[in-house]
């Protein structure tokens, strides 16, 4: 920060920040929580300087499982996704990196061939830097007839957005037997469509919803509620 003073008598005063570190190297990875088998997202890898400017980086990538701890036999709830519950990280595969050509990641290929489920990133530069980057997602599949892991409530919204007029598809599913859930979609405050439907046991059902006239305005909504064993699974998509 410096101040100065003019020969009027008036202080104008401009600050500017600077890191200060040990690694002139950063990464950062961006990708979505969940990617679609079906239409693979791209996941990208950004490494700068301390300043904030593109630096190219080469090094390696590893792609490893993850999983939670599963309760005894006659536990009456799901096993809790704790940080504290998770087993530790299985490793699927490695593979090298380089952001001089490109920042997005060549996963493609990898990603097609694994089993739906969670998984988590992780990079490491070369060399003496050694910066490190690690991102966690969901591997699923909307194409499939299962739910991508054991969990008592599963959701995806598989469009981001909707025109008035026209269909959107979402996927719900369960691990367990029997799970009802109750399905709601509105417009303008009329309800399109209320439906209780029941899944089997490890089933992923995918839905298609009618989003009302061509000429309705203002967004669709959907809700999903689902109560099981004393918890209330619930979402709102928009």
């Known amino acids: 920060t410096a101040d100065v003073t003019d020969a009027a008598g008036e202080t104008r005063t401009g600050t500017r920040s600077v890191p200060i570190g040990r690694n002139p190297l950063s990464l950062r990875l961006a990708g979505p929580d969940a990617a679609d088998k079906a239409q693979l997202p791209p996941f990208t890898l950004l490494s700068t300087n301390a300043t904030g400017a593109l630096l190219p980086a080469a090094g390696t990538l590893r792609l490893l499982a993850r999983r939670y701890r599963p309760n005894p036999p006659g536990a009456p709830y ?29 996963l493609n290929d990898a990603l097609a061939q694994l089993p739906t489920g969670r998984y988590r990133l992780e990079v490491q530069a070369a ?22 892991f054991a969990t008592p409530d599963w959701f995806v919204a598989l469009q981001d ?15 367990e037997v029997g799970a009802r859930i109750l399905l709601e979609v509105e417009r303008e405050g009329k309800l399109l469509r209320q439906e209780w439907l029941t899944l089997n046991a490890n089933e992923q059902r995918r839905l298609r919803l009618e989003s009302g006239a061509a000429t309705a305005s203002g967004p669709l909504y959907i809700h999903t509620t689902q109560v099981r064993d004393n918890r209330l699974y619930r979402h709102d998509a928009t």
């Open 161 to 175: 957005s909707v025109a008035p007029g026209q269909p959107t598809d979402i996927l719900l599913g369960s691990s």
């Open 78 to 106: 799901p096993a809790p996704e704790t940080k504290e519950n998770e087993a530790p990280a299985e490793l699927v595969r490695t593979l090298p990196f380089d952001t001089k050509a490109s920042p997005t990641l060549a």
């Open 127 to 148: 060399g003496p830097d050694s910066a490190k980057a690690r991102l966690d997602f969901t591997l699923y599949d909307s194409r499939a007839a299962t739910v991508p």
